[in-house]
């Protein structure tokens, strides 16, 4: 980062602490500590749910639920109603953002939030009334990493935002790596603002410490392909598997009746590819209905991936956020990333991994450990628990404790 971007970050965050000093919300004192957690994307939100359910365990905290609409482009998708409706599961009294017929959006402050949870780190993601610039002018914004950073690459750069340093008053990183990442550009924006950052762990891991894993046959295979175009990991991105086995996995799974496969894009795949002139429209969508043809394949659409994640026995995947969750069930993964910049911390993990980089060697081991042939067993459980014993347990709850007492000495 060059003087020129640490000179204009100090400066936003001096304005944006003065505004947020001088803010008439400052003045008040609430009976109890009101937080807001504000959802735009369901599949992230496991990475505040046991910050959440700790909150509601808190007599001392009130606990919102916002829920946005898909919002892309400038324009509100008003006709989508899915994320209000995962987030109703959560909380029965969940507030919807947007009002369609009125074509205004809920006015957070009537809440008279203390702390609001952002659910990913992208502006672009929220429209104007939800930029992270005004929120910050109601209350104090936080952000725990939505998905676990397993090596150093330039999708840090990608993935976090300038508006994430600008705004946000407690960022809970991941891991060692976020944290030195961040701790490099907020050293100085700590000392003139009164920002937090926070090497606490991930919140996620919280929600695997109790379930317990059986011993099963492996038949039911998770495929997690990445969004990515040729194009976009010339520019540092990481590549997709998707073109190399969408039809030859498909043909396999045929072949083998009593296996299930479970297929889950990245969100984006399908219009980045179309958008690319990798696959037309009508091409999308008779994929799409080939897989629905077939008994023992299934399209993921459900709001949270957790349910199906759990459920498979073998996970084949891209680099994604999520390897790290699976990693710690214990399954075998089929990787078709690449090992570049894994620290020592996580090279135990990376090991563990069967790494493909075509269909003939995912489907040979595919072979082997549908017939309870698993070479990287051993070697995986003896990874998962060098890996956890030095993880933190109850994240949610320490970051909650965190800002209870925060709030005490303000």
Known sequence: MDTKDLIKIIYHNVRNTYKYLMHPAKKRRNPKINIIFLVVRTNVWNSVKSIYDAAKRNDKINTYVVALQSYH?????????????????????????????????????????????????????????????????????????????????????????????????????????????????????????????????????????????????????????RWTTESQVAQGNEPSSFFKLKDKILDYIDNNPKCELIVRPHPKAFENYIKNNMMTETEVTAYKERIEAADNVSYDTNPS???????????????????????????????????????????????????????????????????????KKEQREQAVSDFMKDKPHNVGEHIINILVNKYKKE
């Open 73 to 225: 482009n400038g324009e509100i998708d008003s006709e989508d109603s899915s994320v209000y409706e995962f987030c109703k599961t959560i909380d029965s009294n969940t507030i919807k953002a947007y009002n369609p017929e009125t074509k205004t959006y809920y006015d957070l402050e009537e809440l008279k939030p203390d702390y609001i949870f952002l659910n990913v780190p992208y502006d672009e993601e929220y429209p104007e009334p939800y930029k992270s610039e005004r929120l910050s002018r109601i209350a104090k914004l936080c952000y725990a990493s939505y998905g676990y950073t397993i090596k150093k690459s330039k999708l840090q750069k990608i993935t976090v935002r300038p508006s994430i340093m600008r705004y946000v008053s407690f960022i809970f990183a991941c891991n060692n790596i976020m944290y030195g990442y961040y701790r490099k550009r907020m050293i100085l924006t700590e000392l003139v603002s009164g920002k937090r950052l926070y090497n606490i762990g991930f919140p996620r891991f919280d929600i695997y410490k109790n379930l317990a894993y059986k011993e099963s046959e492996y038949k039911t295979i998770m495929w997690l392909p």
């Open 305 to 375: 991936y957790y349910e199906n994640l759990i459920k498979s026995d073998i996970l084949i995947a891209d680099f994604t956020s999520i390897l790290a969750e699976y990693f710690v069930t214990g399954r075998p993964i089929i990787y078709f990333g690449n090992g570049d910049n894994y620290p020592p911390e996580h090279r135990g993990m990376y090991e563990s991994f069967y790494h493909v980089d075509s269909w003939e060697m995912a489907k040979g081991i595919l072979n082997d450990l549908i017939n309870g042939i698993d070479y």
